[in-house]
């Protein structure tokens, strides 16, 4: 249950944008926040019995938003795992069990554009509802493709559904997919308008613009904003010309992107975590030294077009791409903040503006999450160090002082869920090389 908690002189950074406040009290009651002011003034509005923590030397901060976390994927190592491996029963009791690393790593909310077998809104509601810990979630159902697929390429089917995808392959069949993700409760509909072709190299567009706008006004219609993984130039600007409220990526983006971006009011989600992860560290986990060169070119060529669309006002959102061995849940949701600074060039309190008051776009509570203010939801962080000195500190859990999500503080000193591994969840290969008879001879001379 939500309880009173008065958090007493800490430096308070509010999500705004706005320089630290020193010696500042915040009060919530329940699920709000009812006072913000200087120590030692909020006398009465304090409730009775009001649980005291002590931020003297800590910052007082907004809970983080991942605006891009696949829940329901469980730290898949391939698509074939995440296809084919994770029916939808076994996939909403481990997300279940992964919700509350969330919490523990400073995530008070997160959007998960796609999930597996459509299961999204029940496991948003379950948790709504109490019944389970976990951060708020805003979610879609499937990710809409094309026939030519998305990331998976030839594991996608020229029709029907698998795992996170629902494909679509006329603009009738498009209409009718988002009225029925809309049907069983999609807060996002989302559009894989890019995808992998093994014959050709990177992403081609996959979907044209009357495509997507045809998914675009039938979701407005119905109050549904739309997000959209575009993974390269024209992509990033068709989709926005069509409508797409949040575009993933944006990839190698354009001036005519850019462009079509500050016309239409589109806001962005680069996601680089996932890219930045395998190309600084890949090499720990065995990823090929090619895959590491090609996602750190790609994160090269779209920082520059990333901080333009930045200092001209367009809504940049930190996500993290959770959900895979690269980005396992619990880890790396604050990293997309240390990239923002490295290669965007923000300070850290910008950054910090990025993953909580710009993040709360993604779940539709713009006035209601990532800023520390009265009236607004109680997801609170107390952390031991200064962020906005180094941004990198929000990545150590050992930070955190309090995380306070939806008026509850969380209790930090459990331990962290680990579990054994789940007979067929894993891809069993006959071998890591092939065994021709010259290799066995040769082993035996």
């Not at 989709?239 to 993933?248: P, Q, R, T």
């Not at 009265?374 to 180094?390: C, K, N, S, W, Y």
């Not at 000193?413 to 591994?421: A, K, L, T, V, Y």
Request: a negative charge.
């Amino acid at each position: 249950m939500a309880v009173a908690v008065h958090i007493t002189n800490g430096v308070l950074v509010d999500g705004t944008g706005a320089p630290p406040v020193p010696a500042t009290d915040v009060v919530v009651d329940g699920d709000r926040i009812v006072a913000v002011g200087p120590t030692g003034t909020l006398g009465d509005r304090v409730p009775d019995g009001a649980e005291v923590i002590d931020a003297s030397g800590s910052t007082i901060m907004p809970g983080l938003i991942d605006a891009h976390c696949h829940i329901t994927f469980d730290d898949v190592q391939s698509n074939d795992e995440l296809f084919f491996h994770r029916p939808p029963t076994t996939a909403a009791m481990l997300t279940l069990f992964n919700l509350p690393k969330l919490l523990l790593a400073g995530v008070t909310s997160f959007m998960d554009p796609d999930t597996v077998m459509g299961i999204g809104p029940e496991i948003r509601d379950v948790v709504g509802s109490g019944a389970f810990p976990g951060p708020r979630i805003s979610t879609g159902v499937q990710a809409m493709l094309t026939s030519v697929g998305g990331t998976a390429g030839r594991l996608i089917p020229d029709g029907g559904q698998v795992g996170y995808a629902a494909v679509v392959n006329t603009i009738d069949e498009m209409v009718i997919e988002t009225r029925r993700q809309i049907k069983y409760g999609a807060d996002w509909i989302k559009i894989h308008a890019t995808g992998s072709i093994p014959t050709r190299s990177g992403e081609l567009q996959v979907w044209t613009r009357d495509e997507m706008k045809a998914v675009c006004d039938t979701a407005h219609d119905l109050g549904v904003p739309v997000t959209a993984h575009c993974r390269n130039a024209s992509s990033t600007r068709d989709a926005a010309l069509a409508g797409v409220d949040l575009i993933l990526h944006a990839s190698f983006m354009d001036d005519d992107g850019l462009q079509a971006i500050l016309d239409t009011g589109s806001a962005i989600c680069p996601t680089f975590t996932f890219l930045a992860n395998l190309a600084d560290h890949g090499e720990q986990v065995g990823a090929g030294v090619g895959m590491q060169d090609v996602f750190r070119g790609e994160i090269k060529a779209t920082a520059a077009m990333m901080r333009r669309a930045y200092d001209e006002g367009v809504a940049i959102l930190c996500g993290s791409e959770s959900g895979f061995a690269l980005t396992p849940y619990g880890h790396w949701h604050a990293r997309e903040m240390e990239v923002f600074v490295a290669e965007l060039g923000l300070t850290p309190l910008e950054a910090i503006t990025c993953a909580t008051r710009n993040n709360a776009i993604a779940m539709r509570m713009e006035d209601e999450l990532g800023v520390v203010a009265e009236g607004r939801r109680a997801d609170v962080l107390v952390v031991q160090r200064d962020p906005t000195a180094d941004v990198t500190v929000l990545q150590d859990r050992s930070n955190l002082a309090a995380v306070i999500s939806r008026g509850v503080p969380v209790d930090l000193s459990r331990p962290w869920p680990e579990r054994r591994p789940i007979a067929g969840e894993k891809v069993a290969n006959w071998a890591a090389d092939i065994l021709t008879r010259d290799r066995v001879a040769g082993a035996g001379s």
